[in-house]
């Protein structure tokens, strides 16, 4: 290996450590922004969300709001790795477009496609790992128990409407909102600045990108 070709592959390191640093800081401060729009948010959950599913109220607002964040600046981001790519060297040109073209075929995380994801697995999941339930419960115990349930809900109703003006006031003022707050930090640290699970976190995606295409920008300049 000559000398050019030693400085070549030094300096795709350097551009493969600041590009990745970059995604890092882009999603942090989009993860920052969401919490804040959580926190905007706390004062519309009910005791049900906060007690009951705190992820339900929060992981929406999360993923939506990271996803308008970062959808535009990834873009130019990667759009402006691709030119400093090419700087370092003019043959490595396809493969800035082709790191700049992985931006648009990017995964971000989803409930709705989680869950779509996890209903078609057990659609086609072997029936036997799944059986079927053929005991029913006798009908006089089936009719005391419905209605024993639909009592209980429509009781659970009144109370909440009782509530409602005070929940907010109530949730702060013991700390319940903390619990709502928690799943939003649990969300983004999870599924975008993670590494590694499944679905892959985005800033698992961006680092799988940026370290292929700084593979074969350095394989060329064996």
């Known amino acids: 290996m000559n000398l050019d070709d030693l400085e070549q592959r030094q300096a795709v390191a350097a551009w493969r450590d600041r590009l990745t640093l970059a995604a890092w800081e882009l999603i942090n401060a989009a993860g920052s922004s969401a919490r804040d729009e959580v926190e905007t948010n706390l004062p519309e959950a009910s005791l049900l969300d906060t007690l009951m599913n705190p992820a339900r109220f929060v992981y929406d607002r999360v993923d939506g709001a990271m996803q308008v964040t970062l959808a535009v600046r990834l873009k130019t981001l990667f759009e402006q790795a691709a030119k400093e790519l090419q700087a370092i060297n003019s043959a490595y040109q396809p493969l800035a477009s082709a790191l700049t073209a992985s931006v648009d075929v990017l995964s971000f995380p989803s409930t709705q496609a989680e869950a779509q994801e996890e209903t078609e697995l057990s659609e086609h999941a072997p029936s036997r790992w799944f059986p079927r339930i053929t005991r029913l419960p006798t009908l006089p115990n089936y009719v005391v128990e ?21 929940s907010a006031k109530l949730q702060s003022g013991t700390g319940l909102h903390d619990r709502l707050r928690k799943a939003a930090a649990g969300r983004i640290t999870q599924a975008w600045m993670g590494t590694r699970g499944a679905p892959r976190p985005l800033m698992g995606q961006l680092i799988s990108m940026i370290d292929e295409v700084t593979n074969e920008a350095r394989s060329m300049a064996l």
Request: charged fraction near 25%; hydrophobic fraction near 50%; charge should be positive.
């Open 146 to 166: 419905n209605r024993l349930a639909k009592g209980a809900v429509e009781v659970g109703s009144r109370a909440l409407d009782v509530l409602g003006g005070a």
